[in-house]
């Protein structure tokens, strides 16, 4: 168990739609990262937040979104919604330290329809 | 771009033998990380080495880091069936906070 906990684990929607994902990093990160995973493209970095602050951007599209909030955790919005869409998005943290170890959540599994 | 290329893409062992990938990358680096990621899981952290380190070990994995060619490599020694994973690297650089993957290498080691 990394401590990083993403929630659903699965999620399954139509093409068009909005979806949230949550991420809770392990107690005392401050870093977040935003990862989506497709068959074709490979682990994409999307975005990273530092203690509610973005710090570094990626491939992240506009459709797509992310903040985190006060208490750490970190939304992933994904708005009009399209097939190619469907990946698997992986959140990490780590500490204050760039380049220290990131530690993965096990990842929801997004499936547009 | 910081990201780091694996190499081969793919590699098929027997249990027991060794196996040995490697990582190319093209700008300057602070650290340079290894990861596994089994099927469909996250990301697993397995070793951080320094630009000031050439070698380090950790249990069956031997890493080493070769920053005059821009070049690091994963040793896994004895490999058993459960090291059947794909392996991915990740250079870090000075204040780019970017931790990026590339396409990894899928190691496959047969019983």
């Known amino acids: 168990d990394s401590g990083v906990t993403q929630t659903p684990k699965h999620l399954i929607t139509a093409t068009g739609q909005r979806v949230t994902l949550r991420c809770s990093p392990r107690?005392?990160?401050?870093?977040v990262y935003w990862y989506q995973q497709s068959l074709d493209q490979g682990l994409q970095f999307l975005i990273q937040?530092?203690?509610?602050?973005?710090?570094a951007k990626g491939n992240i599209l506009e459709r797509f979104s992310a903040q985190q909030f006060p208490d750490l955790h970190s939304e992933l919005n994904l708005s009009s919604l399209e097939l190619g869409d469907s990946a698997l998005y992986f959140c990490?943290?780590?500490?204050?330290?760039?380049?220290?170890?990131?530690?993965f959540g096990q990842g929801t599994r997004l499936t547009v329809v | 771009s910081q990201q780091g290329e694996e190499d081969p893409q793919a590699l098929s062992i027997q249990e027991g033998e060794n196996a040995t990938m490697n990582c190319s990358y093209k700008?300057?680096?602070?650290?340079l990380q290894w990861y596994r990621q089994n099927s469909g899981r996250g990301l697993v952290h397995l070793i951080l080495?320094?630009?000031?380190?050439r070698e380090k070990h950790s249990g069956r994995l031997r890493v080493t880091l070769d920053t005059s060619k821009k070049s690091s490599s994963l040793l896994i020694t004895a490999s058993r069936a459960a090291d059947t994973a794909s392996y991915f690297c990740?250079?870090?650089?000075?204040?780019?906070?970017?931790?990026?993957f590339g396409k990894g290498t899928l190691l496959t080691v047969n019983p």
């Open positions: 107690s005392g990160d401050l870093s």
């Open positions: 700008t300057s680096i602070n650290n």
């Open positions: 080495i320094r630009s000031n380190e």
């Open positions: 990490a943290s780590s500490g204050p330290d760039p380049h220290t170890e990131a530690f």
């Open positions: 937040y530092y203690n509610g602050e973005e710090r």
């Open positions: 990740a250079p870090g650089r000075g204040s780019n906070y970017k931790l990026t």
